[in-house]
């Protein structure tokens, strides 16, 4: 299999997952706004994104967490399509998704320990950035195993 292939499979993954994590962010930012209760994603006091969206978590100065999401789904999806070709764009998606995952697991925690309510939005969220985040390590260690040789 040539190093392009692979690349390009690798930034089709990125693709996706950024994709898929935006829209999970975008719908939870819909939802943050929206002050009806929805059954979107409410099936139980277990399981309740409107809890969870509408918590006092669910904003840092102001600013929805899931804004903060969607804006960096979208920059990785743009640097995926439109930067690949770029040497230092691997380097860049792991650091972007490292800072998103742990702050993902930040807000996991919140959601298991204080609110003690799950967010699936959240959940697809924190699935999304944690398979970039990974992607994105094995990229940049295979890049760097292939610049050693």
Same mark, same amino acid.
């Given at each position: ?5 692979? +690349? ?6 990125? *693709? ?8 999970? &962010? +975008? ?9 009806? &209760?929805?059954?979107?994603? &409410?099936?139980?006091? %277990? #399981?309740?994104?409107? *809890?969870?969206?509408? &918590?006092?978590?669910?904003?840092? *100065? +102001? ?53 003690? %309510? ?7 969220? #924190? ?23």
């Amino acid at each position: 299999m040539s190093g392009a292939m692979t +690349g390009n499979r690798y930034f089709l993954w990125i *693709v996706l997952c950024a994709g898929a994590g935006a829209m999970a &962010s +975008g719908l939870a930012l819909q939802h943050h706004y929206h002050r009806d &209760s929805s059954s979107f994603c &409410s099936f139980s006091a %277990t #399981f309740d994104c409107d *809890v969870v969206n509408r &918590s006092s978590y669910s904003q840092i *100065v +102001g600013i929805p967490v899931a804004l903060a999401g969607l804006v960096a789904y979208l920059l990785m999806l743009g640097a995926a399509l439109f930067q690949k070709h770029k040497a230092e764009t691997p380097a860049l998606l792991l650091f972007l998704s490292a800072s998103g995952l742990m702050f993902s697991l930040y807000l996991t925690y919140v959601e298991a320990v204080i609110l003690r %309510t799950w967010c699936l939005l959240c959940l697809a969220s #924190f699935l999304s950035i944690g398979m970039i985040a990974a992607l994105s390590g094995i990229k940049v260690r295979s890049d760097l195993r292939g610049v050693r040789r």
